[in-house]
């Protein structure tokens, strides 16, 4: 059973609760805000030429409060906080040009005739207190949403936001935004999905910056004392994203942080209690680990793998996230196979199993109805139909091409030209781009068969080719299978740096 706790996400778009909407409205609200942004930033793009905006963000010694000093590329008028909370926070705001000061309740006013430069304090210890979940007032860092203190305009395509941070010493800052080479504590920021829970950390803390295949990882341990992250969990948390390189031979995305928050859980036994992956301004994968497991607990998990999977495709409409957790899921076990965590017969029968319990969930609700709907108990059906469409592309381009195509190299080529995304896509223009890498098209054929269809992927047929047989609840792998060699090149150990299971 997957544990409730152990809940895994791919989280771009988030709600805020307590506006007294119900589910089907923000919903709906949702779709038609998401359209119309989509024809704003459309109509941006093609109108207006790139602007930069230059922040400096100075943060008080005690971390209490800091100031903002914006000052816009081109006058703006459509400075927004994207959370409905942050005029709670707010202290003040003005216009710096004209010192004129603004009115910010309830919601910040920007003047019609536009602004060239805005000054405004917020009070952030306040806002890191909304979020239970990681505040600790004692703590000599604080973690801030920053939804809560950045007030912005929306970018369009080529915009930038340059934000340099002013630090008293001792006082560090992680954000996800990709760091200038060339200035400390400088980072830029463009256009992406967008995201209610980014999250920036103020204070002490520990950051290193560690190469996985060809790529920085920003690895950020928040503070604790009860439970400090040792050396050995940032060694495995490194270890584990070099395995997405298993897939195409790079880590697909060049500046991603991980935010190793410490957790203490004695009832249950794994080592990753949730995980989630976070797409705004860059890509943060976001792990709440208990340091305090032995390092099998480690070994076995499977969350972390699943969240950096996820970095393989770009961030999916919400709707549709069938799609995204089906690939992570297809792609975690691959993965600890191929790196051998898991032996071949073990990722076939997790395999198998989370393909049988998605078919038995929902029949009667296409894919894009499990995911876009308010059924609940459409869990299974979502975390795998996705992952059964995964496997007969997967085979079907290994099969047809003998091994010159496949999945890995659909998803290689997509990483090239398409990685990192700086929007959100839809499942057929994804399909549309995927059929586009290869010799022949595919993976429209298969949305067009499946998304919108009740039942399931048939799976079984191309398993009994793969020479997967099941007896009762066990799984065997047969030596004479047709397509035995496929079922090898998928799952068959590559890589010899650490023991197996
Ligand atoms: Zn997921």
């Not at 860059?282 to 950096?308: Q, R």
Request: hydrophobic share 40%; aromatic share 8%.
């Amino acid at each position: 059973m997957i544990k409730l706790r152990r809940i895994v996400d791919d989280v771009s778009e988030r709600q805020h609760n307590g506006s007294g909407l119900r589910r089907r409205d923000t919903h709906l609200l949702r779709t038609i805000i998401i359209k119309r942004l989509s024809l704003v930033a459309f109509f941006a793009a093609m109108s207006a030429t790139a602007a930069t905006h230059e922040y400096v963000v100075t943060v008080a010694e005690d971390l209490g409060q800091i100031q903002v000093v914006a000052r816009f590329g081109a006058a703006v008028t459509d400075v927004s906080a994207r959370s409905r909370s942050a005029g709670e926070f707010l202290i003040s705001a003005h216009d710096c040009n004209r010192d004129n000061t603004l009115p910010i309740a309830p919601r910040l006013v920007i003047p019609n005739s536009g602004l060239r430069c805005l000054a405004y304090r917020v009070d952030l210890e306040k806002a890191a207190s909304l979020d239970r979940r990681y505040y600790q007032s004692d703590a000599k860092s604080l973690i801030v949403r920053i939804p809560l203190w950045m007030w912005r305009p929306r970018l369009g395509g080529a915009d930038e936001v340059i934000v340099s941070f002013e630090l008293p010493d001792g006082v560090n800052v992680s954000v996800p935004w990709q760091p200038l080479a060339d200035r400390e504590d400088s980072f830029r920021l463009t256009s992406s999905p967008q995201s209610g829970s980014a999250i920036a950390i103020f204070g002490e803390f520990a950051a290193e910056t560690v190469r996985v295949a060809d790529a920085d990882l920003r690895i950020v341990s928040v503070p604790s004392r009860a439970n400090p992250i040792s050396a050995e969990v940032i060694d495995w948390t490194r270890k584990t994203a070099e395995l997405v390189a298993l897939a195409y031979g790079r880590f697909p995305n060049r500046y991603a942080r991980v935010l190793l928050l410490p957790v203490a859980n004695r009832r249950s036994e794994s080592a990753v209690q949730f995980g989630r992956v976070v797409r705004d301004g860059g890509n943060t994968i976001e792990l709440m680990v208990d340091p305090s497991k032995p390092e099998e607990s480690f070994l076995n998990d499977w969350t972390a793998t699943h969240e950096f999977s996820h970095l393989m495709l770009p961030y999916i409409d919400r709707d549709e996230r069938w799609i995204s957790e089906g690939f992570a899921q297809y792609y975690q076990n691959i993965l600890l196979a191929r790196a051998g965590r898991y032996t071949q017969q073990f990722a076939w029968q997790k395999l198998n199993n989370g393909l049988v319990r998605g078919r038995e969930s929902a029949p009667d609700l296409s894919p894009n109805e499990a995911a876009g709907g308010e059924e609940r108990n459409t869990r299974m059906k979502v975390y795998w139909s996705g992952a059964a469409l995964a496997l007969l592309a997967d085979v079907e381009l290994r099969r047809r091409s003998a091994g010159e195509e496949s999945l890995d190299y659909v998803l290689g080529r997509f990483q090239s030209c398409c990685l990192p995304s700086p929007r959100t896509w839809t499942g057929m223009e994804l399909f549309e781009k995927f059929d586009a890498l290869i010799d022949e098209p595919l993976f429209v054929d298969l949305y067009q068969r499946h998304a919108d269809a009740a039942g399931f992927p048939e799976f079984r047929p191309v398993l009994d080719k793969l020479g997967v047989v099941v007896a009762g609840q066990d799984v065997r792998l047969a030596d004479d299978a047709e397509l035995g060699e496929i079922r090898d090149s998928l799952t068959a150990r590559r890589y010899t740096g650490e023991s197996g299971k």
